[in-house]
């Protein structure tokens, strides 16, 4: 009798854990946990980047930790800026991380998680350029990487149609044509731009900043519209932010302490 209760408690232990196996959505029918397809473009040192053929960067990083807190496998995969918003518009990837700012009209079409990097824009200049301020690129030739936070403050201050704007697919060629003195200046986020002058101390390049005409932009993970993700992702963008590993990446690549307060303050 002893040993018949035995087994039947063995049993039901073992198919309950059966079906909390089948119950979550982080598992395939084997059991596995679900890989996730995550897109980016690549070009945007230090925040993502390709190294010998391997993509890093502070963001791939990021996700890696994000992605391990909520329980998922990820493959990321090189796919270029403007690839990323058809395959998150069509689903055919999970998520994209790429410096993407949150905003409103993004936000029509696509979600976001919560926030997880402070950015704004910033202007790349020849050293000894006479550019000291956004007012300054009036009548000037502007390089931007086509349909980024960039183009979109260079259109608003000098016109959509604007015939002295240059568009490239990424940044990288935005600034080539920088070096190239094919523009006066280049406008992108003010972490790639600082990087890339420390960098490259023999290219001449000076960042100018302009606290009055560039906004405080927000970083977030690209989701499809309604993903079932969100939830789990953002509780775990919070894990990482709170349990000291965002500080921990963040001071790897910039050597300097993030402010985890005015991420947090985002979520009000
Ligand atoms: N933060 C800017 C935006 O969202 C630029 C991002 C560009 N990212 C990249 N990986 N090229 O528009």
Redesign the pocket.
């Known amino acids: 009798m002893k040993k018949l209760k035995m087994i039947s408690l063995v049993l039901s232990a073992a198919f309950l854990f059966i079906l909390s196996a089948c119950g979550t959505s982080k598992t395939n029918g084997d059991g596995e946990k679900k890989t996730l397809r995550v897109v980016t473009?690549a070009?945007?040192a230090p925040?993502?980047y390709q190294d010998k053929g391997e993509i890093v960067g502070f963001d791939i990083d990021f996700i890696k930790a994000v992605a391990k807190e909520a329980g998922y496998k990820i493959k990321v995969e090189h796919v270029g800026?403007d690839p990323i918003f058809v395959e998150i518009k069509g689903k055919t990837a999970d998520a994209a991380i790429?410096?993407?700012?949150i905003d409103s009209k993004r936000q029509q079409t696509y979600d976001f998680s919560i926030p997880y990097f402070l950015?704004k824009n910033e202007i790349l200049v020849p050293k000894g350029s006479s550019i000291k301020s956004t007012k300054d690129l009036e009548g000037k030739k502007i390089a931007v990487?086509n349909g980024?936070?960039?183009q979109e403050v260079v259109e608003k201050l000098f016109g959509e149609n604007n015939d002295k704007l240059k568009k490239f697919e990424?940044?990288n060629l935005a600034i080539l044509e920088l070096k190239k003195g094919g523009v006066d200046a280049v406008v992108a986020?003010n972490t790639v731009i600082e990087t890339y002058v420390k960098n490259n101390p023999n290219d001449n390049l000076d960042f100018i900043e302009d606290d009055a005409t560039f906004n405080k932009?927000f970083?977030g993970i690209l989701l499809p519209k309604g993903s079932k993700l969100k939830a789990e992702l953002d509780k775990a963008v919070n894990k990482v932010l709170d349990n000291g590993t965002y500080e921990k990446l963040y001071e790897k690549w910039f050597k300097t302490k993030p402010d985890i307060k005015i991420l947090k303050d985002q979520q009000k």
């Open positions: 473009d070009a945007y925040l993502e800026w790429s410096s993407i700012t950015s990487q980024t936070t960039g990424n940044n986020d932009e970083y």
